[in-house]
């Protein structure tokens, strides 16, 4: 058995790809460094674009906010942002990791960005099919079937063939679906907007998408804290950079040195940061990673310095389709 996450989405705020005029300059920039690299023949190309990291040729994606988890034969799926819908697609032809439901579905908040794929999630329009939708917000039902309406979409919620169940989670109290425990803890967003701590096979995830981070000392963590504790993956937000962050205070999205500052001190193994911001190019993100290393680096140095042990921790920024095992 092994517990693995998909990241069908890592956008934030809107669904969003660079424009044409970019993917041009940035196909002609590729191609500059093949052949001033030394290469020269249509042979090497191949193994020269599989030896780049693939976001630095394809990019971050386009679709906002989907995770999949698989454990066994359990599986949950965090939020309906647009990346939802390659889950259906491959549904469709067969190539899912779960092929027929049930389907259970934890929603953080219901911001545009994380429900935008829901009415275009296959199984609702399925005879036969269930999908269990979980929240802590307590009007989920009434906020989900909001969501299939006319004239926002033409096929209202008394329609849909599968059979939709609700459940309404207690703050902080882990609920079981199959292999996983799941328990919400609340992050630092308007509306507001609650992070899962998913446990199974002796492993631990912390979703942690949409969060300003302002609550970064365990005290002001508080009941909190088992969000960020013993921990091997946490997804964080870092929509932006350290001086935007201090720009954009109450806008509920974080940056990556805040991440980092929490994984060191708990310990966390891995981080990926995520919720790109919809204007964020390719360029932009792999700034953002140039700036964290640096962080990173005057962290590791001063550590060593001050004969101080810092636990090593890896990271990245995430891009669609990018899947992690535990
Ligand atoms: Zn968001
Ligand atoms: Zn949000």
């Not at 993917?23 to 780049?52: C, D, P, T």
């Not at 459940?167 to 996983?180: I, S, T």
Request: glycine share 8%; with cysteine; net charge negative.
């Amino acid at each position: 058995m092994s517990f693995s996450i998909k990241f069908w989405g890592v956008r934030g705020s809107l669904p969003s790809s660079p424009p044409p005029s970019a993917w041009v300059n940035h196909i002609e920039g590729v191609l500059q460094n093949f052949f001033n690299s030394g290469h020269h023949s249509a042979h090497q190309v191949s193994e020269y674009i599989r030896g780049l990291q693939e976001p630095a040729v394809g990019g971050y994606g386009s679709a906002t906010t989907c995770v999949e988890l698989n454990c066994g034969n359990s599986q949950i799926i965090i939020d309906g942002g647009s990346g939802i819908r390659s889950i259906s697609e491959r549904i469709l032809n067969g190539t899912a990791v779960r092929k027929k439901g049930p389907y259970h579905i934890f929603m953080t908040h219901f911001h545009w960005d994380h429900v935008i794929g829901l009415p275009f999630f296959v199984p609702h329009f399925i005879p036969g099919e269930e999908i269990h939708y979980y929240a802590v917000q307590s009007e989920l039902e009434h906020l989900i079937r909001g969501l299939f309406k006319k004239p926002y979409f033409p096929v209202p919620f008394e329609a849909l063939q599968a059979r939709i169940h609700f459940h309404v989670l207690e703050p902080r109290k882990p609920v079981q679906v199959g292999e996983f425990k799941v328990t919400p803890y609340q992050l630092d967003h308007p509306d507001p907007c609650w992070g899962f701590k998913v446990e199974a096979d002796g492993k631990a995830y912390a979703h942690c998408v949409d969060t300003e981070g302002t609550r970064v000392t365990q005290d002001d963590l508080g009941d909190d804290l088992p969000l960020y504790q013993n921990i091997d993956l946490m997804y964080f937000d870092a929509q932006y950079t350290l001086p935007e962050l201090a720009e954009k205070a109450n806008w509920g999205h974080s940056a990556a040195q805040v991440g980092l500052e929490i994984a060191f001190r708990e310990g966390i193994k891995q981080v990926l940061f995520a919720h790109h911001d919809p204007g964020a190019r390719t360029d932009h993100v792999l700034e953002l990673r140039r700036q964290t290393m640096e962080y990173y680096s005057s962290v590791a140095k001063a550590s060593s310095e001050n004969n101080e042990e810092m636990p090593p921790v890896i990271w990245d920024f995430a891009h669609e389709g990018l899947e992690i095992i535990l």
